[in-house]
């Protein structure tokens, strides 16, 4: 069973596009999060949620949007894709309570390609 | 404000040797949790070890262990005995006490253990 799966797994898409990724855990989780990995490898947190609300959101551009229906999902919209947006996006989910940093899992990633 | 510094981009081993990757972290937190992932080639990242502020003692898991130096703000990760399957990138990566479980990452070290 995987705790904490992402669909799809690659994206491909043209400019201008909007596209969704989604994410679930079964873990029993009650926060999730989003982050960015760039060409570079280099991993940054995008968003959080605990129990459906909103905790983190860093300075991303407001094309990106989190929407949680429950706190075992996690999706991730983004309108009007740039070439910029290219990435491996990944979803993460921790046991935690707010405020309490428990270890975060993570899933397989969502490689991003706009053309 | 957090930061982590993997001072070493790329590490090449041959099997069998040992081999040390560096982490260094800042925090203003005084409770504070630092991590390792493991991102092998396949994409995904693997959780290795959570370690809290409070916790100086090493950590030995296997072929793996942990060694923190509150000190020297470190918390570096050896391998000993290397083998091709450690072949990948490793992640440090610090939260602090009140961040809500935000992540931040160093630039990741690419280990390559060559047979």
């Known amino acids: 069973d995987t705790a904490v799966s992402q669909t799809p797994k690659y994206l491909v898409t043209q400019m201008g596009n909007d596209k969704s990724i989604k994410c679930e855990q079964n873990?029993?989780?009650?926060?999730m999060y989003w982050y960015k990995q760039d060409s570079k490898k280099f991993l940054k947190i995008m968003f959080s949620?605990?129990?459906?609300?909103?905790?983190i959101n860093e300075t991303v551009p407001n094309r990106f949007s989190p929407k949680s229906p429950d706190k075992a999902h996690l999706n991730l919209h983004i309108n009007s894709l740039e070439l910029g947006d290219s990435a491996v996006y990944f979803c993460?989910?921790?046991?935690?309570?707010?405020?309490?940093?428990?270890?975060?899992?993570f899933g397989p990633g969502t490689r991003l390609t706009v053309l | 404000a957090q930061k982590v510094t993997q001072a070493q981009t790329e590490i090449s081993v041959v099997e069998k040797e040992d081999v040390t990757l560096d982490c260094v972290y800042e925090?203003?937190?005084?409770?504070?949790?630092l991590f390792w992932y493991k991102q092998p080639p396949s994409g995904e990242l693997v959780f290795l070890i959570r370690?809290?502020?409070?916790?100086?003692q090493n950590e030995i898991s296997g072929r793996y262990s942990w060694n923190f130096q509150k000190s020297t703000s470190s918390f570096n990760f050896t391998i000993t005995a290397s083998q091709v399957v450690d072949s990948a990138v490793y992640f440090c990566?610090?939260?602090?006490?009140?961040?809500?479980?935000?992540?931040?990452f160093g630039q990741g070290t690419i280990l390559t253990v060559h047979p």
């Open positions: 993460a989910s921790s046991q935690g309570r707010l405020a309490v940093t428990d270890t975060q899992y």
């Open positions: 873990l029993g989780h009650d926060t």
């Open positions: 949620y605990n129990n459906k609300e909103l905790i």
């Open positions: 925090t203003r937190d005084t409770t504070y949790y």
């Open positions: 370690r809290n502020s409070f916790d100086e």
């Open positions: 990566a610090v939260a602090g006490g009140t961040s809500y479980g935000k992540l931040t």
